[in-house]
């Protein structure tokens, strides 16, 4: 029978020991560390609780919880992947226990979290032990561990190299984001790429010029711009932490389509991969099938992780509220 009262959370406001506690944790720690964090509530107004594992008074790792405000009933989904506990699996059913717990304590009703694509079966498992609703997502993952640029291309299909070859004669480039382009051009190409799926952007127009400011000065965050004979077309946005690069928001300009300016940003994020010696690139999801195709044709594989929900709201309750949403909308 699983443990599942021998773990407790605190909160803690010690940005140096979060960030330790990530480090050891995961191998993909860019989005959990504690500056990033700090900019994902900047952006979306919403409230990241940080909260501390202990199983005893020893620190076993973290468990970021996102809440639409400091008062809010409800969760908030977090518009980038892999937002949840970061404890080891064997822990695992005890610290989302003491989640549910805390969740009681402090009259949060819903939440939502995701862990990276590690350990999948083991995760969907501890979750189950804990009544807690999990399902599977997938990402596309990059294998870089070759360290080469020859040998990371030499993996892209046909077409993708091709369309490479053609976007360049067709005047595409790509360079470093110079000063305002990511201030200017994310918030757009973000737009776009959501308006495209029947979705509103989740991001605050000053999202180009808060990403902008956080990544000034750091050499572990990727600023690449895209051009069309020479007009910015398009931006990067890649963040480097332990063995893993995140492909984390980037798109062309719809109006920029034909020449095909994306496939040299995504070369670009994989070349300063390499250059800065990540073993892996993850792409971050897989959107749709069209999305998925584009992002396995330069060689990547698609890789599970697991979404999980806890509620205190019983099911009769969730399910009377998603028919009226469903009214409501008609």
Not at 34 to 41: K, R
Not at 45 to 69: C, N, Q, T, W
Not at 103 to 116: P, S
Not at 319 to 330: E, I, P, Q, T
Request: glycine share 8%.
């Amino acid at each position: 029978m699983t443990d599942t009262t021998t773990v407790r959370l605190e909160r803690t406001t010690d940005a140096t020991a979060w960030d330790a506690l990530v480090d050891a944790r995961t191998p993909e720690p860019a989005f959990h560390r504690w500056s990033w964090l700090d900019l994902q509530s900047r952006i979306n107004g919403f409230v990241i609780e940080r909260l501390v594992a202990l199983r005893g008074d020893e620190p076993i790792g973290v468990v970021p919880v996102a809440r639409k405000s400091a008062r809010s009933f409800e969760g908030a989904d977090a518009p980038f992947p892999y937002l949840g506990p970061l404890v080891a699996t064997e822990h695992l059913a005890a610290t989302v226990a003491a989640l549910r717990r805390w969740q009681r304590q402090n009259r949060l009703l819903t939440t939502h979290f995701e862990f990276g694509p590690q350990a999948q079966d083991a995760t969907l498992a501890a979750l189950g032990a804990t009544g807690t609703e999990a399902h599977h997502d997938s990402t596309v993952i990059m294998d870089l561990s070759h360290g080469s640029l020859e040998q990371l291309r030499a993996g892209y299909s046909s077409l993708r190299r091709r369309d490479i070859r053609r976007a360049v004669r067709d005047g595409s480039s790509v360079r470093e984001a110079l000063p305002g382009e990511i201030t200017t051009l994310l918030p757009q190409v973000l737009g776009e790429a959501f308006e495209a799926h029947g979705k509103p952007s989740p991001y605050h127009e000053s999202v180009g010029a808060q990403v902008e400011a956080w990544a000034a000065g750091r050499d572990d965050v990727g600023l690449f711009t895209a051009l069309v004979n020479d007009e910015p077309a398009g931006v990067q946005v890649v963040i480097g932490g332990g063995d893993f690069a995140m492909a984390w928001a980037g798109a062309c300009l719809r109006k920029y389509r034909d020449a095909n300016p994306n496939v040299l940003l995504y070369d670009r994020l994989l070349e300063w991969s390499v250059e800065k010696g990540y073993s892996t690139v993850d792409l971050c999801g897989r959107v749709d099938e069209g999305v998925l195709r584009y992002k396995l044709a330069f060689g990547g594989a698609v890789q599970p992780y697991t979404v999980a929900r806890s509620t205190l709201i019983p099911q009769p309750l969730l399910s009377a509220a998603a028919r009226a949403r469903r009214l409501v909308k008609r």
